[in-house]
């Protein structure tokens, strides 16, 4: 079946995502969902309806997030992150602008998206930077919890993916490398120095960690904590 749309502006399809009322599909300026009323999806039966009217980055695909979809809109000065619920075949679905609490993490022209569902997190970055943006979000009946923070590597980034529970990324020096989201029991040996009243802790920023011998020196000049490692 050939998909054509209409509408107030001319509308280029790019891309698009499966959902329970249809096909999701987005041009630059608008969104529409092509669905059958019939049982069979037909040239005679197939309906291309306008969904929403909000501007879209071509370049960074749609993602699922279970109830919701989400898309990258570079219209303004920095890139925002939507998502679509409440898709139907009749009226206007409902956007929710994700990333309004941080309107000047994500640069223009984001070109780099990956979602790891299980673990609840969005990647997206731009090719030849150092950083990738992420959103960290809990769903329940309703979102119980949410969160943008970022990562700096030392090279820039080329491409990245997520498979399971782990995130990928190819360097600029091209080296494929690895980052895992959760917690293996292969992926490390509990040492009793990261053990705290018979608690393990991930490593992290704020780490227990007994020094042993090690004595921590203090200069009141410089108000600095040193260690000799």
């Keep these: ?15 698009g995502i499966e959902t329970n009322a249809g096909l999701l599909v987005f041009s630059r300026n608008q969104q529409f969902l092509l669905a059958s009323d019939d049982t069979v999806l037909s040239r005679d039966t197939a309906k291309l309806r306008s969904v929403s009217t909000y501007f ?8 699922s997030l279970g109830v ?12 925002r992150f939507q998502e679509m619920a409440q898709v139907q075949r009749e009226g206007e679905a409902a956007i929710r602008e994700t990333s309004r609490i941080v309107p000047t993490l994500l640069p223009k ?30 769903d329940g009946e309703k979102r119980e919890q949410s969160a943008w923070f970022k990562w700096k590597f030392l090279n820039n980034i080329q491409y990245h993916f997520s498979i399971d529970d782990s995130y990928y990324f190819i ?21 009793a120095a990261f053990t705290q009243e018979g608690e393990d802790y991930l490593v992290h920023m704020d780490n227990y960690m007994n020094l042993g011998s090690i004595t921590p020196t203090y200069s009141e000049a410089n108000n600095e904590t040193s260690i000799t490692i």
């Design 68 to 79: 919701t979809t989400g898309f990258v809109d570079n219209s303004g000065m920095y890139s």
């Design 109 to 138: 022209d984001v070109d780099l998206i990956t979602i790891s569902k299980e673990n609840g997190m969005i990647f997206l970055g731009k090719v030849g930077t150092d950083t990738i943006y992420i959103y960290k979000y809990l």
């Design 1 to 15: 079946i050939d998909i054509a749309a209409a509408g107030s502006k001319p509308s280029e399809l790019f891309d």
């Design 56 to 63: 879209y980055n071509e370049k960074v695909e749609p993602v």
């Design 171 to 191: 360097d600029s020096d091209d080296f494929l490398q690895k980052i895992n989201l959760v917690q293996s029991t292969s992926d490390y040996t509990v040492d």
